[in-house]
């Protein structure tokens, strides 16, 4: 189980997308889940998404500020996937 830093709900792993912080600093989607790196949860929902940008969740879990372009290509990428 883990949670979305969007809605803060608890769900099965298989049921969120994975984004990760990188040795490098950078912050991508890892649709696969096993990508190196510091993970934090989202639900595959966009609106969940929304929410992690206004609470600030993805700041919080990767400890460093996120640009507003990284989010930008989040939710592109999300929406690619679906």
Do not use: H, Q, W
């Not at 790196?37 to 993805?58: I, Q, S």
């Amino acid at each position: 189980m883990r949670k979305c830093v969007g809605c803060n709900e608890m769900k099965n792993k298989k049921e969120l997308i994975r984004i990760i912080k990188t040795s490098e600093d950078e912050i991508l989607l890892d649709p696969t889940g096993k990508k190196n790196g510091r993970g934090a949860y989202v639900c595959r929902c966009g609106e969940c998404l929304k929410k992690a940008v206004r609470n600030k969740g993805l700041e919080r879990a990767f400890k460093v500020p996120v640009p507003e372009e990284v989010y930008d290509s989040l939710a592109k990428e999300m929406n690619a996937l679906g």
